[in-house]
């Protein structure tokens, strides 16, 4: 994380004196951007560049469902399956994508392509069903969407 | 349009959301009022005196929150604006977000200047792209402007924000879990007392209040409490953003005035259900409000107190049409994984409740369900019951009793059948 240090100075000056601890999601925000993934070495370097305990930061990675320890596919497909979405047909849409696939949620692909999840509701209940590919939210799916959709993603 | 509209009062259009266009529309012609004419205590009168009631889910009076906040007590004071947006059928603060947020951030200067708060922050929820994008660029325009920073206007008030970013987490979304969060840590919610009014972020007094709460406060000072009154009904002033989802034909988001008829909004403004299919219930205000049938709903007012008498809440505006034909027991099944994945484990009762809860519906509708399991939901639903830190332990009781109060039939039958009455169906059928 050493070369994002002089981002995170940056970071630290938007925040009020004190507000130290405050800077470990935003940190580890921006290295798992960075590297994917938050690996040991960035929680024992973030911990003593924010003089925060490291459990402090190891207790926040498993706390939150955005956190990843380990390295996932280059596309990360999040089906939302809460109640707007499936009474919407994300079951079908995310039965569709499993066999395209062949893998079921909490899986990556073997070519290392593309990684799959069911999330709770994302506050896109109007334009159900829905997913996120990476940072983007995809919305009003059907099934050609989908298949236009992963054509795209290489 | 259902009734008058104070926030979502212009057309959208690809610059809308901006600086230029938001002044163009008379923005911070509020702020500049409250800066060259008004006491900190007079905003606090004001929107006292207007009676807004707070639009995160609670319905709790925004002006009695405020006073708890002692001005001049030598410590400094927080402000926090809720847009961790979690609650599942909701997403009408995302609307504030992406198309006004200058309205936001006006309204976040005048309770600042009101209160005190010398650094404010907006937390949103960390999935939120486009939403933070848009008000992120928003933060920078009005720095820029001299809207922020040191001497706002050439006054005495200085003012900074921060735009906080979540991770994933619903219960980081209740006001202390979020406050955790922010101090960087997991989000789990604290015991009060004491209050967060009183001590909050980092020990200090802290005020959270909703985004769409604290969007209405521009307009309030622009046109005062009386006006603002004048809106909607005695018991609920003002108006509130509906975001509609489910078997409806027009879903979205709807600014309707407070007293505004249920069915007239759900047939004319919404579109009514696909298929011609009638309602068979709907989730008033997200999730965690307890479900009212179509007859139970049939000449209700679009008001905080209509849905009280009638045992529930309009919640956080999200609002979930169901079609006659849905499967109950399944979508029962789909809240209970959602509470029993989003609590935080830190109280028993919720902890092991909202598991036990899940379980019983996962085998409820694999067909093993066991005759008193009727009576074992309600048991857990209410042990749950005023004995937890936060709300989120109650809201799953609710949502599971209010559910078997009403459809109480439908889990007989399924028990006893081993099958759905309805096939597990969530989706809405094209022919009856
Ligand atoms: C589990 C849980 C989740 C919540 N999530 C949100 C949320 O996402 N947004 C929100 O504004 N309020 C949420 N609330 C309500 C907040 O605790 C708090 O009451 C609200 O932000 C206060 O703002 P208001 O008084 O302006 O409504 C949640 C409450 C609970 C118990
Ligand atoms: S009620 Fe549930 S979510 Fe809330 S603090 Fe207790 S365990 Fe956590
Ligand atoms: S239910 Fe899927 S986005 Fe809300």
């Not at chain 1, 994917?36 to 490291?54: H, R, T």
């Not at chain 2, 509906?242 to 909004?265: A, T």
């Not at chain 2, 092991?352 to 409820?364: A, E, F, K, S, V």
Request: proline share 5%; glycine share 12%.
């Amino acid at each position: 994380m050493k070369h994002l240090v002089p981002e995170f100075e940056k970071l630290r000056e938007r925040f009020p004196a004190g507000f130290e601890s405050s800077l470990v999601l935003p940190c580890l925000r921006r290295i798992q951007e960075d590297r994917g993934y938050v690996a040991d070495s960035d929680i024992e370097e973030l911990a003593v560049f924010l003089g925060v305990p490291q459990i402090q930061i190891e207790e926040v990675l498993s706390f939150y469902t955005q956190f990843r320890r380990k390295p996932i596919g280059r596309w990360h497909l999040q089906f939302c399956h809460n109640v707007s979405c499936s009474m919407n047909g994300a079951e079908n849409v995310l039965a569709h994508v499993e066999r395209k696939l062949g893998i079921k949620p909490g899986q990556t692909t073997p070519d290392g392509r593309y990684t799959l999840s069911t999330v709770e509701c994302l506050g896109s209940c109007g334009t159900a069903p829905m997913m996120m590919v990476n940072d983007g939210y995809h919305e009003n799916l059907t099934l050609t969407k989908l298949d236009e959709l992963l054509q795209g993603l290489k | 349009m259902p009734g008058r509209q104070l926030i979502m009062s212009f057309p959208v259009t690809a610059t809308s959301h901006g600086l230029p266009d938001y002044r163009a529309r008379g923005g911070y012609g509020a702020l500049a009022k409250t800066l060259g004419q008004m006491k900190p205590q007079d905003v606090v009168k004001e929107v006292t005196a207007s009676g807004l009631q707070g639009r995160g889910g609670a319905a709790f009076a925004v002006g009695r929150k405020w006073q708890v906040v002692q001005y001049d007590d030598g410590q400094p004071h927080y402000l926090i604006a809720n847009a961790d947006e979690g609650e599942p059928g909701t997403f009408k603060d995302r609307w504030i977000l992406e198309n006004n947020p200058h309205v936001l951030l006006e309204s976040m200067l005048i309770a600042s200047y009101a209160l005190n708060v010398r650094n404010c922050f907006v937390y949103i929820r960390g999935e939120f792209d486009l939403p933070y994008r848009r008000l992120a660029d928003a933060v920078e325009e009005a720095y820029a402007a001299g809207l922020f920073g040191r001497n706002i206007l050439g006054s005495d008030f200085s003012c900074d924000i921060v735009v906080y970013r979540g991770a994933g987490a619903y219960v980081a979304g209740e006001a202390s879990g979020l406050i955790s969060s922010l101090e960087g840590k997991k989000g789990y919610p604290r015991n009060r007392p004491p209050r967060l009014t009183v001590r909050g972020l980092y020990q200090r007094p802290t005020v959270v209040n909703n985004v769409e709460s604290l969007s209405n406060i521009a307009w309030i000072i622009s046109n005062g409490a009386d006006a603002f009154k004048a809106v909607g009904t005695p018991k609920s002033p003002g108006t509130r953003l509906f975001s509609v989802s489910g078997h409806i034909n027009r879903p979205g988001v709807y600014e309707v005035e407070l007293g505004y008829p249920w069915m007239k909004f759900l047939d004319e403004d919404c579109g009514g259900v696909p298929h011609g299919r009638a309602i068979k219930c709907v989730v008033p205000g997200g999730v965690s409000s307890k479900v009212l049938t179509g007859a139970d709903i049939a000449n209700l007012k679009l008001s905080h107190e209509d849905l009280w008498d009638a045992g529930s809440t309009l919640g956080s505006g999200g609002m979930i049409v169901i079609a006659e034909g849905t499967c109950m027991v399944a979508l029962l099944q789909v809240l209970m994984r959602f509470y029993h994945h989003e609590s935080c484990g830190q109280c028993t009762p919720c902890r092991h409740g909202t598991g036990w809860l899940h379980r019983i519906l996962d085998r409820i509708v694999a067909g093993d369900g066991r005759a008193d399991d009727i009576e074992r939901l309600y048991y857990i639903s209410k042990f749950n019951d005023g004995t937890t830190i936060c709300g989120l332990g109650d809201a799953a009781g609710y949502a599971c009793s209010g559910i078997l109060d009403k459809f109480r039939d439908e889990f007989e039958y399924c028990i006893e059948h081993k099958r759905s009455k309805f096939g597990g169906n969530l989706e809405c059928l094209r022919s009856s």
